[in-house]
């Protein structure tokens, strides 16, 4: 019937046009186009309440979130500019990189202004965390550049004097920092060392005389460098860098150390040069700091871990310099869990926009003179964009099972919490990536336009995958905790607890020779299959580390040539992780549409694992098996198809924060708009 | 027109010259406020020309120095009194739907306010395409000092006004002229009043649902009128420092604060505004403005149905009753409101405003559909 009306627009269209005979009558018809655009709200309804689902997705904060994303749109410094009838925020990326960065600045001190940040530092709690969360998440959903540039100050910087520092910091700094009365930035990445923190060549030592810290970059390789703020804005750093004491080095120790006066003038034997223009993220001013003797007194070494006395000795209440070395890292799982949730707020605007796009935008039809057809209507586009929303969908309630287990952190979660956080933060952003390059192909040609977001946010988001932590050498920390986990239990004869493995103890799950619809649908089934994997490839793992190392190689070496198994193992244990906080998402509501859609979405999150490679490769899956399970995801998306506008408008993304190819692009692009 | 006119069809007054329509709201003494049948006559003539190929625009104003002063709310509390308060809820869900269609119509509609436009006035006639303001035009939305919220789509309209400025003409029912409503974008155009009739006159020649030919139409017409040097307008900078807050606490604190740093007397009678309103009003109007801004008109009209179906009931706060008791009743203009403070809200209290009526047979305001209408641009982008 939609489809009839459609044909007697346009024909009616193609006649009116055709008899216009009188100049006014011309130029109504010129702007009455032969294709309209028909909102998808009108061609789509929703079969559950979107605002229960986006309180599920976002969970927490949900009027605060509102609250912020509303102070956005209403400000000329976020940028609005109208497309078809609707304003859209989004930073000019056609600017300069100078004045991104200045556009940055101003955005932070007009959230400043508008108390956005009060308690960010200065309050704690569960509370307060997950309301700084939501903040961020929110932030980050207007600009990448702009939420990295205040994670550095408020996580990286502010973070390392709430945990590395003592009372007297405390008193000394958060205030300050809170109210942005110095800009800070957090200097521990070098030219020759990134992710290999304990490597760094930046060397303090110690004066006595003066009771005085000096800090010094050897050579070249320990320039620091991508040093977010300090190209132009910071006034303080946190300088990471080797503790020489009496010619012993006591490893990574962190000082604050000021490297621009109140008027923004670099400070003495200090120098700073530019990191230069990026592929993304330019509204962040990266920077490369030498120290040339720096001389900062003694209290400025954050001593919660270790202190040096006035005398000059060494004291350290933690004897071991690798535990002493994980203590140091601890805060920074905060950055990590920040980073692993804004790739999933990323990813849903990219997916949003994709799918209202896909509702709006037709192609070729099927017949001659019919109405072409909608792009979500062809079974190739639903297989491209559905499984995504099920992965965005698993995601969220991994994200929100992750803060919950950050801000309720004990010392003996933090293990739990490091592998998590880096497993998660990893798997997300590469996903992230994944989801927004097929966003961009899903939406052609106006993809690759910047002011419609998809294309634009890859590259900044790109460096997510490597900023704190390279994603892969976060994996391989992954399989190597899992592998001292496997170790351990062995040794002491113990059951395995914690990190989720207590599946291990459980006797080996067995996947049935043919699967039907109804296994492949069945949560008990879906588990099974992801913690055989894990179960098999930790197996596998053990056993082809200790074989190498039996074979007389070390262990550091044995974990490098076992990279492959690794790698599997550390995707293995972050779906099945992940998948589990689905099921419990699910098992907290009752029955209803909600929790039918989800069950469709938990199922085909699931399949899309279990269609891993891995499957096949290792042989928990027979080839008619396999074949089953893409036959099901096919299925699963064509069931999808009529909840995709609901999925995604759940996420609760204001339209402004979109980009116009979701709404009208017809309007947003005619001539009168030029 | 038909021969037979019953009185209350009396209260619109219509009339047609070729493809233009002009509707009159006819209730003088009541300053043209919206009664039942009023709104009635409107909806039903609305959907009638949307499907009539011969109207190509609708003229809307009203009769005597009032465009419409709102809805008539002395008799929504009458009926309630009398009968239950799903009368009242009557009341509004046909002119929410009013304002739905208004907001979503396929042709032009121009309102000229050449007078009072409240409440339910703004209701009907900022959600349409072309407000024409005048010299006379006086604007506000005074439902916080009547124990109510700004309602009939105001949360979409109001919350896009630039800045801030929406939150601070729902809060404080502050008044705005002609000149005020153009530059925030209530009005669309100012034409001095001595030439409405010619404009009306140009615009019933119109045979183009075009908006660009109207808006021209209108363009020879216009004047730009200069703002008062004491305009609200001109201090947007402060009205965007501190109703941005995120509590209505937060928002009169900041006030105060600016008003330490400098004897303001325009701030100190704001603040007194404020706190002569309803406490719980203030509260589920801010909640509800920045709810919708984020929202289209629809699903902020479903919203203010809720609201305004709780406000009602009476079951959370009794204020609407005491707020009209106090103004347009006994008219003492000494509303005790319960909960008397800001402080003693919870915000679980204003939450139950935004749920679900729990009554049997109530249903949430279901919208007429639009989608068999070939939308403008316009419309669209209000969804």
Redesign the interface.
């Known amino acids: 019937m939609d489809r009839a009306f459609q044909r007697s627009k346009i024909l009616t269209n193609h006649l009116l046009q055709s008899s216009a005979s009188s100049p006014a009558r011309i130029r109504s018809l010129s702007s009455n186009a032969c294709l309209n655009y028909t909102p998808p709200e009108f061609s789509e309804n929703y079969a559950f309440d979107i605002k229960e689902m986006r309180k599920l997705l976002d969970r927490h904060n949900v009027e605060e979130r509102d609250w912020l994303f509303g102070m956005m749109r209403q400000s000329k410094v976020f940028n609005p500019r109208v497309r078809g009838g609707k304003v859209f925020v989004s930073p000019d990326y056609n600017q300069s990189m100078e004045q991104q960065r200045e556009m940055t600045l101003k955005r932070i001190e007009y959230l400043l202004e508008r108390g956005v940040f009060k308690g960010w530092l200065t309050e704690n709690g569960e509370e307060a965390e997950m309301r700084k969360f939501a903040c961020f998440e929110v932030l980050s959903i207007f600009d990448h550049s702009l939420a990295t540039k205040l994670g550095v100050h408020f996580f990286l910087w502010g973070g390392a004097i709430q945990f590395f520092g003592t009372k007297h910091h405390h008193d000394k700094w958060l205030k300050d920092t809170e109210n942005l009365s110095i800009r800070c930035c957090f200097a521990m990445t070098e030219l020759g060392h990134g992710s290999n923190v304990r490597g760094i060549e930046t060397v303090t030592t110690y004066d006595s005389n003066t009771g005085e810290f000096v800090i010094s970059t050897p050579c070249e390789s320990a320039q620091k460098y991508w040093i977010g703020g300090a190209a132009n804005h910071a006034t303080h750093t946190i300088a990471f860098s080797q503790l020489n004491i009496n010619g012993t080095s006591q490893g990574v120790h962190a000082f604050i150390v000021q490297i621009r006066d109140a008027d923004g003038n670099v400070c003495p034997n200090i120098r700073i040069a530019d990191c230069g223009h990026k592929i993304g993220l330019n509204g962040v001013d990266n920077g490369r700091i030498w120290f040339d003797n720096v001389r900062v007194p003694r209290e400025n070494l954050l001593n919660s871990v270790a202190d040096v006395s006035p005398d000059g000795k060494y004291l350290s209440s933690i004897k071991d310099p690798d535990q002493r070395f994980a203590a140091f890292m601890a805060p920074l799982t905060g950055g990590r869990v920040n980073i692993a949730v804004s790739a999933v707020y990323q990813a849903k605007v990219g997916l949003a926009i994709a799918i209202r796009y896909a509702l709006t935008r037709r192609a070729f039809s099927l017949k001659p003179n019919e109405p072409e057809v909608l792009l979500l209507d062809y079974p190739s586009h639903q297989r491209r964009l559905l499984p995504l929303i099920a992965k965005i969908y698993a995601m969220s309630f991994a994200a929100n099972y992750m803060k919950m287990l950050y801000v309720k952190r004990t010392p003996q979660s933090n293990k739990t919490i490091h592998v998590v956080s880096s497993s998660f933060k990893a798997t997300f952003t590469w996903n992230n990536m994944q989801i927004l390059q097929e966003c961009r192909e899903a939406c052609g040609g106006q993809g690759l336009k910047t002011e419609n977001r998809v294309g634009h946010l890859k590259g900044e988001y790109d460096v997510q995958s490597t900023f704190e932590g390279d994603n892969h050498v976060l994996m391989q920390q992954v399989s190597k905790a899992l592998l001292a986990e496997y170790v351990a239990a062995q040794k002491r004869n113990k059951a395995f607890k914690g990190l989720g493995l207590e599946h291990m103890n459980k006797p080996c799950p067995i996947i049935p020779s043919q699967l039907t619809s109804t296994t492949l649908r069945c949560s008990q089934f879906q588990m099974d299959a992801l913690c055989l994997r894990e179960r098999d490839l930790l197996n596998r793992f053990v056993a082809e580390v200790s074989q190498l190392k039996s074979k007389g190689e070390s262990e550091e070496h044995a974990f490098i040539m076992s990279y492959e198994l690794a790698e599997d193992l550390g995707r293995a244990f972050s779906d099945r992780a992940i998948f589990q906080t689905f099921v419990e998402a699910e098992a907290t509501l009752a029955a209803g549409s909600l929790k039918d859609v989800l069950g469709i979405l938990r199922s085909l999150y699931a399949l899309i694992c279990i269609e891993d490679v891995a499957f096949l490769q290792y042989g928990y899956l027979s080839v008619d098996n396999a074949t089953a399970v893409r036959r099901e995801i096919t299925k699963i998306c064509s069931e999808l198809r009529p909840h995709a506008f609901a999925l995604v408008s759940s996420f609760g993304i204001p339209d402004a924060f979109l980009s116009p190819i979701a709404f009208d692009w017809i309007d947003a692009n005619s001539w009168s708009s030029v | 027109m038909a021969s037979s006119v019953s009185p209350q069809q009396d209260e619109v007054l219509v009339e047609a010259n070729s493809f233009a329509r002009t509707l009159t709201l006819n209730r003088p003494k009541q300053l043209n406020a919206l009664s039942f049948q009023m709104i009635s006559r409107l909806l039903e003539l609305f959907l009638a020309y949307e499907e009539d190929p011969n109207v190509k625009l609708v003229i809307v104003k009203g009769k005597g120095r009032a465009f419409c002063a709102g809805g008539d709310v002395a008799a929504v509390v009458r009926d309630i009194r009398a009968d239950c308060w799903k009368a009242g809820a009557n009341f509004f869900l046909k002119e929410f739907t009013l304002n739905y269609l208004m907001a979503t119509y396929s042709k032009p509609q121009v309102s000229i306010l050449n007078g009072i436009v409240m409440g339910g006035g703004a209701g009907a006639s900022v959600h349409g395409r072309f407000r024409v303001a005048t010299e006379n035009s006086v604007f506000a939305m005074p439902e916080t000092a009547l124990g109510l919220f700004p309602d009939v789509g105001a949360s979409y309209f109001l919350?896009?006004l630039?800045?801030?400025f929406g939150e601070y003409v729902g809060l404080t029912g502050s008044r705005l002229d002609g000149a005020e409503m153009l530059a925030c974008g209530l009005a669309t155009h100012f034409v001095p009043s001595a030439k409405l009739p010619m404009l009306e006159a140009a615009l019933c020649d119109v045979?183009?649902?075009?908006p660009?030919?109207i808006s021209s139409i209108i363009d020879q017409y216009c004047e730009q009128p200069s703002l008062n040097e004491q305009s609200v307008y001109n201090r947007l900078d402060v009205i965007?420092?501190c109703f941005?807050?995120?509590t209505v606490e937060?928002i009169l604190s900041a006030l105060e604060r600016e008003v330490v740093h400098r004897m303001d007397g325009w701030i100190s009678a704001t603040i007194q505004t404020l706190k002569k309103a309803s406490p719980t009003s203030l509260k589920i109007s801010l909640?509800s403005i920045?709810?919708g801004?984020?929202q289209?008109v629809?699903p902020c009209l479903v919203r203010e149905y809720r609201m305004v179906c709780h406000v009602m009931r009476g079951e959370v706060s009794k204020d609407f009753f005491e707020g009209c008791r106090a103004l347009l009743l006994d008219k003492d203009k000494n509303p005790k409101w319960e909960p008397s403070k800001l402080e003693l809200i919870a915000d679980g209290t204003v939450d139950c405003y935004f749920s679900k009526v729990n009554n049997e047979d109530w249903e949430d305001l279901k919208l007429p559909?639009?989608?068999?209408f070939?939308l403008p641009?316009?419309a669209?982008?209000?969804?």
């Open positions: 919350s896009r630039p800045g801030f045979d183009s649902s075009d660009a030919i965007d420092r941005s807050q995120k937060e909640r920045r709810k801004r984020l289209g629809g559909t639009r989608s068999k070939n641009p316009f669209i982008a209000k969804l």
